[in-house]
């Protein structure tokens, strides 16, 4: 097993990596828990549900499933109050401890959840997408989505652990491991040069799950992100870039309807207009945007935007939590392996999208 740790100030706890770690879920509640609610999807339920609530009962504890309906289009305040509701009505007090099991989806919203039931209680991470697994079970950002924009309500909130089973990748379909390479490279994009190299170098194996490539890249991922988020848990300078790709993506999501694009998928092709960008701004070689292009088509993501029109992007990217005083600001590479947060000139913001938008197919 691999184990990284992660250390805030809202909490310090441990990345367990592991296949079959599903089935030793009990060792991370904590002894004066008094009950498990496992918070999941109809999908994950199906799938993993019973080997959770098995492993989790081992502990001796009542353990509640509250099963919430699939998707990014339920990430919103009716569902989360079906959270609410389950624990409400089984009248679960201030040392149960709550477990998201399922995608990033699920991670956000039991985490939201967690972090306002009695005004916060205990909450496991055990994410079950490769996105989920090196990207948001780790950090604690939660949050749900607002007609207007993407996890615009939400709070910082950390888990007591993440417990990832690297086996439980083997049921994912293939888009969904695509999505999420996406924010495997955007560390070696924005952090670790020599990772993006390796990852270049190993499309195939991440693609296909070979067992060695794919603990590496969830290590490594979670190692950098834990990196980064000890430095700026509440994402006052450093952290944000950790949104490379997002501005755009974010865009994509809200402008085509939650659930459409896959949110990897968009993050994929928002950090290819980002290199786009970079380009114009920071002097990024026309090669290295074009390395970043060639990468993400060989993950599986798409490169080539949807035409929302230019006014629409421009609105949309507006309701972006890096916003300050409604100038824009963009996740941007000086070179590949080296991110800052700026703003962007418009005529070059415009030049991104209209190239966009005369490659899109009629
Ligand atoms: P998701 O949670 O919707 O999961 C994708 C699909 O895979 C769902 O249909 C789910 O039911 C299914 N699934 C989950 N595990 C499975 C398995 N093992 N086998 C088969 N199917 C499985 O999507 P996601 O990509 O995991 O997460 C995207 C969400 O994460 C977005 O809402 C995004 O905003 C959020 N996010 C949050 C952070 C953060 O720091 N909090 C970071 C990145 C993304
Ligand atoms: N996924 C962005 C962050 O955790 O900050």
């Known amino acids: 097993m691999n ?7 809202g909490g310090a706890y441990p990345i367990h990596i592991a296949p079959g770690r599903l089935d030793a879920l009990a060792q991370s509640i904590p002894d004066d ?19 959770a609530q ?8 009542p353990v509640l499933r509250i099963e919430l309906p699939d998707g990014e289009a339920h990430k919103d305040w009716q569902t989360l109050n079906l959270i609410f509701d389950g624990l409400l009505s089984n009248r679960l007090d201030r040392k149960a401890v709550l477990v998201a099991l399922g995608g990033g989806v699920i991670g956000d919203m039991c985490g939201f959840a967690a972090s306002s039931y009695m005004r916060g209680v205990r909450f496991l991470q055990v994410p ?19 007609p207007l924009g993407k996890n615009m309500i939400g709070a910082f909130y950390q888990p007591i652990a ?3 089973d690297t086996d439980v990748l083997g049921t994912l379909p293939a888009r969904e491991i695509s999505a999420g390479l996406a924010e495997v490279v955007k560390y070696g994009l924005i952090i670790d040069r020599d990772f993006l190299v390796w990852c270049e170098n190993n499309i195939s194996a991440l ?6 490539a794919i603990a590496y890249a969830i ?36 402008g085509l309807g939650y659930g459409q694009w896959l949110h990897g998928e968009a993050v994929g092709c928002g950090m290819v207009q980002a290199a786009e960008l970079s380009v114009l701004v920071l002097g990024l070689p026309q090669a290295e945007a074009q390395r970043v292009r060639a990468l993400v088509e060989a ?55 209209d190239k966009a938008a005369a490659a899109a197919p009629a």
């Not at 184990?3 to 100030?9: S, Y």
């Not at 990207?135 to 607002?146: L, M, R, Y």
């Not at 693609?207 to 060695?212: S, T």
Request: aromatic share 2%.
């Open 162 to 164: 993440v417990d990832i």
């Open 207 to 212: 693609r296909a799950l070979e067992p060695e």
């Open 54 to 61: 098995a492993a989790l009962a081992r502990t001796g504890k």
């Open 33 to 51: 828990a008094t009950a498990i609610a496992i918070v999941t999807n109809t999908t994950v339920a199906a799938l993993y549900g019973d080997r």
């Open 3 to 9: 184990t990284v740790q992660v250390e805030t100030p």
């Open 219 to 254: 290590r490594r991922s979670c190692e950098l992100k834990a990196l980064v988020v000890s430095q700026d848990e509440r994402e006052s300078g450093l952290r944000a870039i950790l949104n490379l790709g997002h501005t755009f993506g974010h865009a994509i999501e809200s």
């Open 299 to 353: 993950i599986g993501c798409p490169v080539q935007p949807p035409d929302l029109g230019l006014q629409r992007w421009l609105d949309l990217m507006q309701v972006d939590k890096k916003t300050e005083g409604g100038q824009l600001r963009f996740v941007l590479l000086s070179e590949l392996g080296k991110a800052c947060v700026q703003s962007a000139p418009q005529p070059a913001l415009r030049q991104v999208l």
């Open 128 to 146: 079950t997408t490769l996105l989920a697994q090196v990207d948001s079970s780790v950090g604690g950002k939660t949050a749900i989505n607002h």
